[in-house]
């Protein structure tokens, strides 16, 4: 008796085919790459000094959420090739100082970006060269950048002999970027400029002297020599030292205030006035890192709340100036 034919069912054998295949596209789809949706330069500002060359740098933004650097497959432009020059690779050569902008643009998909690259004429100082440095400005400014620095120490950069008007400010970057300014001064009329700066690691400031204030420009000296420590009239051990009685004349104190809790806020307060006498507490002996200040008028109590750093010690100045005369007072000094 014939065996009877087997019938061949296919039906379990394709379904897990079919999965398989659909895990695959699936895996496919699930793997692609993220499309890229837009290009950045730094965040659309650069600066750069005449005769420096500096690279630019590209950040892709992506559909994933992430960013990366673009280095290849990029165009780039700049408006200005006289003032700044840019090659095919980013790399910047300012000829001349002035803003100009300068576009990347992506060659697969035409997504661009343009940063404004400003150029800047800077006359190099050595430390140690004679001084002063005298130059003029006109309506813009002028910049100045100084090495041979100790580095971390302090210094006191002085604009003087002024025909006119002009402020100074001081940077701790070649950028000169409001994000790297350490120090400024912004008197008005025609006097002296100077603030107090601690050199970079590498030794070095950068210093923009200002004329925009000026009628038609001016002449100034530029000097910058190591700063002096205040000498104070007293040393103070907190808590026992205060409350401190004494006295001012039309001048300005300094007292040391030792013993303090690091990261502890205190309220320091000048009371007992007789005539206007205002204050200021810093972190160091060169007036440098201002930590509060109260400079009411009159006779009412002046105080402020600082708050003590690593070396738990406080730089006080009573200042007496507005005074007049001076006057007697008494401080006091509470955590808060």
């Known amino acids: ?122 006359v190099a100082v050595a430390a140690g060269a004679p001084s002063p440095t005298r130059g003029h400005v006109d309506t813009s400014s002028a910049y100045f950048h100084v090495s041979g620095l100790t580095p971390g120490a302090m210094y006191t950069p002085t604009v003087f002999d002024l025909s006119d008007d002009v402020d100074m400010l001081v940077f701790s970057d070649r950028s000169m970027s409001p994000e790297t300014l350490v120090c400024a001064s912004l008197s008005v009329g025609d006097y002296s400029e100077w603030c107090v700066a601690p050199a970079t690691a590498a030794g070095e400031l950068w210093i923009q002297v200002d004329g925009q204030w000026t009628r038609s420009g001016a002449s100034f000296a530029l000097d910058l020599a190591p700063s002096e420590p205040v000498v104070p009239v007293a040393t103070l051990a907190f808590p026992a030292g205060v409350p401190y009685t004494a006295s001012v004349g039309a001048t300005n104190q300094f007292l040391a205030l030792t013993g303090l809790t690091p990261g502890t806020p205190y309220e320091v307060k000048l009371s007992g006035l007789t005539a206007d006498l205002d204050v200021e507490v810093y972190a160091d002996p060169y007036e440098y890192a201002s930590l509060c200040e109260s400079y009411l008028e009159g006779t009412s109590d002046d105080a402020c709340v600082a708050t003590a750093g690593a070396a738990g010690e406080f730089i006080i100045e009573v200042d007496g100036r507005t005074s007049l005369e001076g006057s007697g007072y008494t401080l006091s000094v509470t955590p808060k």
Do not use: F
């Open 1 to 122: 008796m014939p065996h009877p034919t087997p019938s061949l069912t296919l039906t379990h054998r394709t379904a897990p085919l079919a999965a398989l295949l659909a895990l695959a596209v699936s895996a496919c789809s699930s793997g692609s790459s993220p499309a890229l949706q837009s290009l950045t330069i730094g965040n659309g500002q650069a600066y750069a000094e005449v005769g420096l060359q500096q690279q630019l740098t590209v950040t892709g933004h992506y559909s994933d959420g992430t960013e990366r650097a673009i280095t290849t497959g990029l165009t780039w432009a700049s408006a200005a090739p006289a003032v700044v020059a840019v090659n095919d690779a980013g790399l910047l050569t300012p000829w001349a100082p002035g803003d100009v902008q300068v576009t990347a643009a992506d060659t697969k998909t035409a997504l661009s970006a343009v940063v404004t690259v400003t150029s800047r004429a800077v």
